[in-house]
């Protein structure tokens, strides 16, 4: 069975071509593209957007494309979480999508605590603090009252394919606004918070098939009227399905792109006050299962830094960069890369190199350098998480999985491991168009009938890397003690 998986991320996205049969399971990409945030003015300042218009025309691109190569079976999309578009009475979309990473939502959460308390908040939706939380987002907008539906970015382009309006459950999930325990939308908390129930559409599991393209669609792409499945939409709810863990052994994974989600995967949420201070969430998974992650600031600080120093005119290539970063004495100059300075874009070289100079440390300057400090940050917030969520469950950790464009990051494994004290088993790199197509296939008759046996065929037919931990474990709990001193090694 053939199917096509658009798996849009915060910097690029992708429709791939899979493959899926008795003992068969590849995804071979078809079309990529550029994403991520555009800058518009307004009065008073300005606004980060998407330009979900030219995204959506990149998935028909890419559909079109993966369909030339051989008939297709089905259609599913992904995407980065909690960004939406709203709809009018006339199913219109209402202003283009804003970027997670505008700053409209300053202030707001702190308001929201004062009527609903963090227990409470948490009690209920399971989910972590960030400032962009789709409830936080549609507080700051300016007026709701011509809006009637609200569509996550995998729904909204699903809504285009199909004219079928809902919300798959893994993404409605990470709204703030979804009861995790009733699976259901939280609509009392909405509705104290002033937010319409009727913006929340009709709510489906994944592995729904949403409806078929519309007629007109499909005539003008000269395709068939192909069925729409809504996978795990949240692009990581379908990397986790896509982490080919053995059956029985505790494993952490890391879904590492331009975000870097790590946690465990739990058959029940964990909604106790230690996990809410630690700042876990507990996303729904494909199947029923919960993703009990922390969001850590992944690669995006080190494609931001390649951002900066290409628009100064001295471009470095990621490879170079990565290779001078090995030659970096380990652990030099390292920085908490959870801190909220490290949310916007902006030129993360400047804002790294303040931050070493605040904590007395010694300064990195070349890219090399940059990039060394990002690594080592990294693997730090790594190592910190999987022992918090090791800790706030019960449960022990014997190897960390890491999927996304990150397992390419050899060094960036390495220091995993070496962070973590277990082995990482890297790969694959296409994690989340794996698990859409799985779940598609599911859907479409495919004989898979639960996570496990989609793993087992993800490890029959795709190589990991495995990365033994090395060094001295000492360096790596003073390193984490310098930038968090409250730490017991
Ligand atoms: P997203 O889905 O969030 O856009 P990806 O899973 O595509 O992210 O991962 C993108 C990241 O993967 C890049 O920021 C980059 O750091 C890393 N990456 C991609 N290719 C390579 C490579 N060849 N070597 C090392 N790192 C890579
Ligand atoms: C990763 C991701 C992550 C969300 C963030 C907004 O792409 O979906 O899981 O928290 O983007």
Excluded at 264 to 272: D, H, Q, T
């Amino acid at each position: 069975m053939r199917l096509a998986a658009a798996d849009l991320g915060a910097s690029s996205g992708r429709v791939m071509a899979g493959t899926v049969g008795p003992g068969v399971l590849s995804v071979a990409e078809v079309h990529r593209f550029p994403n991520g945030g555009v800058r518009v003015a307004r009065a008073g300042g300005s606004t980060l957007h998407w330009d979900v218009l030219g995204l959506y025309r990149e998935v028909l691109t890419g559909i079109r494309a993966a369909h030339r190569d051989g008939e297709l079976a089905g259609i599913g999309i992904d995407s980065w979480a909690v960004d939406y578009g709203l709809l009018d009475a006339s199913g219109a979309l209402l202003g283009n999508p804003v970027n997670y990473r505008d700053s409209r939502t300053a202030g707001i959460p702190e308001r929201v605590l004062e009527t609903v308390p963090a227990r409470e908040l948490f009690g209920i939706t399971g989910l972590q603090q960030l400032p962009f939380n789709t409830l936080y987002q549609l507080l700051a907008e300016h007026d709701l009252r011509s809006a009637e539906t609200m569509l996550l970015i995998p729904d909204l382009l699903n809504y285009w394919l199909t004219g079928a309006r809902g919300a798959e459950r893994t993404n409605a999930s990470t709204t703030q606004l979804y009861d995790v325990r009733s699976r259901d939308w939280a609509t009392g908390l909405a509705e104290r918070l002033g937010i319409p129930h009727r913006l929340l559409p009709p709510l489906h599991d994944p592995g729904t098939v949403v409806g078929t393209l519309r007629p007109d669609l499909a005539a003008e792409l000269a395709l068939p009227e192909l069925p729409v499945v809504a996978v795990g939409s949240h692009d990581t709810a379908s990397a986790v399905v896509g982490v080919p863990a053995e059956p029985g052994t505790n494993f952490a994974y890391i879904s590492s792109g331009t975000w870097s989600l790590v946690g465990l995967e739990l058959e029940a949420p964990e909604l106790g006050d230690a996990a809410r201070a630690a700042n876990f969430t507990n996303e729904a998974g494909v199947d029923g299962t919960i993703r009990f992650l922390r969001n850590v600031t992944g690669l995006w600080v080190l494609s931001e830094s390649l951002r900066t120093w290409q628009a100064r005119g001295t471009p470095v290539p990621l490879s170079e960069v990565l290779a001078q970063a090995a030659g970096v004495p380990a652990l030099s100059a390292v920085v908490d890369i959870d801190a909220p300075v490290f949310l916007p874009p902006g030129d993360m070289p400047a804002r790294i190199r303040q931050v070493c100079a605040d904590t007395g440390q010694r300064v990195p300057e070349t890219p090399g350098e940059i990039a060394r400090c990002v690594l080592d940050s990294l693997a730090l917030a790594y190592r910190r998480t999987v022992r918090q969520a090791s800790e706030l469950t019960g449960r022990p950790v014997d190897v960390v999985h890491v999927v996304g464009g990150g397992a390419r990051n050899e060094l960036l494994c390495q220091l995993t491991a070496d962070a973590c004290g277990v082995p990482v088993l890297a790969g694959p790199v296409e994690a989340a168009a794996l698990g859409n197509v799985l779940v598609q296939a599911r859907a479409l008759g495919a004989d898979l009938p639960d996570l496990a046996a989609m793993r087992a065929l993800i490890r029959a037919t795709h190589e990991l890397r495995r990365y033994e931990p090395a060094g001295d474990a000492a360096d790596w709990a003073g390193a984490a003690a310098r930038i968090d001193p409250g730490v017991v090694a």
